[in-house]
């Protein structure tokens, strides 16, 4: 029962590079979210998306795409990456309001 | 705006003392409040909900929707609650809010 998988769970990229983080879930949720945790600050939400072909913009979206790709799969993606993008990420999904919401296990980005 | 206090980063107690981790939250709605738990190398889960009001791990927290806060508390720490814990708001259909977190460290 694998329940919301990221990948990569590590990434080094270099500024001005870009890349895409994975998420899926299979517990067949309508909502997902990608946040990002900083020390001192939290999560904040970057993105959501309240059902399959909908995303919004969260707290702090500059600087990030979203796709939700079909219902199983939101991908967040960094255009180019900024040494302030440096950061843990968070996928999350919910059935639909998060008044239980269910996390991955991280990425770990750095930007160098 | 919704927003979610917790004034204390770190909070350290020695096993078997009582524990209270502060929330205060601001809404201008009904809110529902939430607090999760990441333990060291693990993802973030749900640890208890105030529409509950369970007792989840010996830990219970209670709205108190006149002061606006939803503390975390339980009678006897122990070095397993060790982590980071956030208080949690959500508003609206889809934003679930957090707080900055509090590290609880429980020493032997």
């Known amino acids: 029962n694998a329940g919301v998988t990221q990948t990569p769970k590590f990434q080094v990229l270099k500024t001005g590079q870009s890349m895409t983080l994975q998420c899926a879930q299979d517990?067949?949720?309508?909502?997902m979210y990608w946040y990002r945790q900083d020390p001192g600050m939290g999560l904040r939400l970057i993105y959501y998306s309240a059902s399959e072909g909908t995303t919004d913009k969260g707290e702090v979206p500059n600087g990030y795409n979203v796709s939700r790709l079909n219902k199983r799969e939101f991908s967040l993606r960094l255009e180019s990456a900024a040494p302030s993008q440096t950061s843990v990420y968070f996928c999350a999904s919910s059935h639909d309001r998060p008044t239980e919401a269910f996390f991955g296990q991280g990425t770990r980005l750095t930007v160098v | 705006a919704q927003r979610v206090t917790q004034p204390e980063k770190l909070l350290s107690v020695f096993k078997g003392a009582p524990v209270e981790l502060k929330c205060n939250y601001s809404?201008?709605?009904?809110?529902?409040l939430f607090w999760y738990v990441q333990y060291s190398r693990q993802r973030l889960q749900l640890l208890l909900r105030h529409i509950s009001r369970e007792s989840i791990k010996g830990f219970t927290a209670d709205l108190n929707k006149g002061e606006t806060s939803f503390h975390l508390k339980k009678p006897f720490a122990q070095e397993e609650d060790s982590a980071m814990y956030y208080c949690?708001?959500?508003?609206?259909?889809?934003?679930?809010?957090f707080g900055k977190g509090t590290m609880l460290l429980v020493s032997p």
């Open positions: 809404y201008s709605g009904s809110p529902e």
């Open positions: 949690a708001l959500v508003s609206g259909y889809s934003t679930l809010t």
């Open positions: 517990m067949n949720h309508n909502s």
